[in-house]
């Protein structure tokens, strides 16, 4: 049995610093990189990023909905792609925000998170807004398999915080609530449990009791959405050593040099260790 996730990713910052690194090839990037909108563009665009970083970052974030543009031929390069990084060294995390009722949540889990699909992947990003019970097949496969899950909880777009911010019946925010039942999933293990939640870098004071969450938190927003480095710990406090910094667009765009986009990779990195070294 493959160690859990959580413990994968403790070892994998630990030994690689704090930065995650998102495949998102938007058809901007893609014509930046001389590369043509197609199926052969995303394949020369996805397996150049893994030869740049994959073993460097402790983990690397593909955004399904850059392959699902294409369709069948775009998924097979999904497939490629997570094949060529599973195992590096880099632990992957597929964004894809599914969340369904809990018999077809059984299904995405046996989707993403079954060492038999192609598409298995060391984590998945979920979606608790059909009530965070409806995870659980979702939940429960990933532990099985050693593998985890992002639940989204503040997410870096202006738009969430209509929903995530409201407040509930018991005065917590919807937001703190899935803080909450993260928490009870991880409570007690050791080094951290892997189940994650998800809090841009964007959200400012979040208002967030994050003491007890026992695992990661995966940090987008950085760079090309506006957040910075330097605003990690506000956002955190003190739970900065839980936190995964995810940049896509703003590290992707030193592309298509391998040394370019490692150099990138190395500057988003070092921003974020000494931010986070700033409280440790
Ligand atoms: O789950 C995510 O990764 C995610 C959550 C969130 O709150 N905000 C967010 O931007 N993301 C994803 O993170 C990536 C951000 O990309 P950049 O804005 O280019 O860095 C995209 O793939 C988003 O879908």
Known sequence: MTKPFGARLR????ALGP???GIDPHPSLLAGWGLSDDV??????????????????????????????????????????IRQLRGSGSLVILDVKRGDIGSTAAAYADAYLDPASPLCADAVTVSPYLGFGSLAPIIDKAQRNGLGAFVLAMTSNPEGASVQRAVAGDGRTVAQVIVDEISQVNAGVSPMGSVGA??????????????????????????????????????????????????SR?????????????????????????????TA
């Open 11 to 14: 070892a994998a910052m630990d």
């Open 40 to 81: 052969k563009g995303l394949e020369s665009f996805g397996r150049t990023v893994g030869e740049a970083l994959a073993g460097r970052v402790a983990a690397i974030k593909p955004q399904s909905a850059f392959f699902e543009r294409f369709g069948s031929r775009g998924i097979a390069v999904l497939e490629s792609v």
């Open 198 to 247: 998800v809090i841009g870098a964007t959200v400012g004071t979040t208002g967030l009791r994050l003491t007890d969450l026992n695992g990661p938190i995966l940090a987008p927003g950085l760079g090309a959405q506006g957040g910075r480095a330097e605003d990690l710990r506000a956002v955190f406090g003190d739970a900065l050593g839980l936190v995964l910094p995810s940049w």
């Open 19 to 21: 930065l995650c690194v």
């Open 250 to 278: 703003e590290v992707l765009s030193a592309g298509p040099e391998v040394s370019a986009l490692r150099a990138a990779a190395d500057r988003a990195r070092e921003s974020c260790a000494s931010a986070i070294a700033v």
